[in-house]
């Protein structure tokens, strides 16, 4: 467990998936809700949570059952746990508001087979303890809603001028004389920022590991 | 964990595990997943229900004029292929239960993002439409969507010709779409520039809705004016 030698084990999980391994700008997990989803801030936070939650829930059941879950079975025993928390998420935004179901579309049944939520099932669930677990799942979950944010605040910004559309809390950014890049909304706009949010994230975590082994050196 | 626990691991598994653990591990995996499914779909149940009534009934009344109480009528209609199906006529009335027009469906499939549903306000006396609201859509945010809010499109609904020639009960000019910034018919929906696709959507689901229903509605009016009173 060489984890330890730094910091405690728990912060050190906790960080990973929001920082050193963040599912969108580093493994490049979850592509197509990240792409599809992020033209209004309003839904990458609902994306975001709603993934979060399911990644929680199926995180701490796949850790408990590790033990009793036979192998060759694993995969079907994940997809209908998962399955089974993304149908009650589904439900409750039903519950919640309308307009924002019919605007996640398909995507939220689609977090079935996010490769993020499967992918630490896998890899960490079902070799780790519960508690450990859990909080593996909360900072892969902030991570990807991080990244869906990230995302959906210069697309919104950029194409429509506003942050929080179709929301009590919208606001206007530039005034009446903006012209919307109606590009940004559209799925062009998506990969164009994500592009370039990847290069930018990528050349910061260089520059940071740089100096902390320069710092580590002196 | 470490490599050689896993490796170990894997190896025991095929020799102690028989297909009945499987398929008592997936079982029962499946069958509480099934109790959880049906509670949560218990307890949501009602509020999606009155999430989507309210939708419609709060779009009804914003559609007619002077209406404050609405019934439903559930007539059937000649569908996309020739089909009878089932659709909802929505009467409203005044507070002396005067018929004051009715809101009536629409539906296309070839919008930006798939399926469109919208109402619309008619006046069966004045043989016009009074307005339009979106019910359902997937369309852009920020362009298709505009089809919901945009002023310039929303007036193209109100006072929509759709008068039927009375001896075919067909309306004497189907509703048709235009470019942005054409001259226009009565009877005419002039797109957004930037939607069109969406807009071209709106002008066919209305433009389907009227040819089939409206007949269907002058028919029923004596029913739908007694709807009121009792």
């Not at chain 1, 060489?2 to 906790?14: A, D, G, Y």
């Not at chain 1, 949570?49 to 994940?78: D, E, G, H, T, W």
Request: charged share 15%.
């Amino acid at each position: 467990m060489n984890m330890q030698e730094k910091t405690t084990p728990s912060l050190e999980v906790f960080l990973r998936g929001l920082w050193q391994e963040n599912p969108v700008f580093v493994m490049l997990l979850g592509m197509c809700p990240t792409l599809a989803v992020t033209n209004k801030v309003v839904n990458c936070f609902a994306m975001g949570l709603s993934a979060m939650f399911v990644l929680v829930m199926s995180s701490l059941m796949v850790s408990l059952l590790r033990n009793y879950i036979p192998k060759q079975v694993r995969i079907a025993s994940y997809i209908v746990i998962i399955a089974t928390f993304v149908t009650i998420v589904d439900y409750v935004i039903q519950s919640i508001s309308l307009d924002l179901y019919d605007s996640l579309g398909a995507f939220i049944q689609l977090i079935v087979v996010n490769c993020i939520i499967l992918g630490r099932a896998e890899a960490f669930a079902s070799r780790n303890k519960p508690a450990k677990a859990v909080l593996d799942a909360v900072g892969m979950g902030l991570g990807f809603t991080f990244a869906l944010l990230c995302l959906g605040v210069v697309r919104e910004a950029l194409g429509n001028g506003t942050l929080l559309m179709d929301t009590p809390y919208e606001i206007s950014l530039f005034g009446a004389a903006f012209e919307p890049w109606a590009i940004m909304i559209l799925p062009p706009g998506g990969f164009f920022v994500l592009g370039l949010q990847i290069l930018f994230f990528n050349w910061l975590r260089k520059k940071l590991t740089q100096r902390n082994a320069s710092a580590a050196g002196a | 964990m470490t490599t050689t626990a896993q490796n170990a691991q894997l190896t025991q598994a095929p020799q102690s595990t028989g297909s009945l653990v499987m398929i008592g591990t997936l079982g029962g995996i499946a069958l509480v997943s099934g109790l959880l499914l049906a509670l949560v779909y218990h307890g949501t149940y009602d509020t999606i229900q009155r999430n989507n009534y309210e939708r419609t009934a709060e779009a009804v009344l914003t559609l007619l004029p002077g209406a404050v109480s609405q019934k439903m009528f559930a007539v059937h209609a000649p569908g996309p292929n020739g089909d009878a199906t089932p659709q909802n006529i929505y009467a409203g009335y005044d507070a002396d239960g005067n018929l004051m027009g009715v809101a009536l469906e629409a539906l296309d499939n070839g919008g930006y993002g798939g399926e469109i549903r919208l109402l619309y306000g008619y006046l069966p006396d004045k043989e016009i439409v009074t307005g339009m609201r979106v019910l359902l859509s997937k369309e852009t945010p920020g362009l298709g969507d505009r089809i919901k809010t945009d002023p310039g499109f929303q007036k193209n609904f109100n006072g929509l010709d759709v008068s039927l020639d009375p001896d075919t009960r067909k309306p004497k000019n189907p509703i048709s779409y235009t470019k942005p910034g054409t001259d226009k018919e009565p009877w005419q929906v002039e797109g957004i520039s930037g939607a069109t696709i969406s807009s071209q959507a709106v002008a066919r689901a209305m433009r389907n809705s009227v040819n089939t229903l409206l007949p269907i509605v002058h028919e029923m009016l004596d029913e739908l004016r007694k709807g009121g009173k009792s």
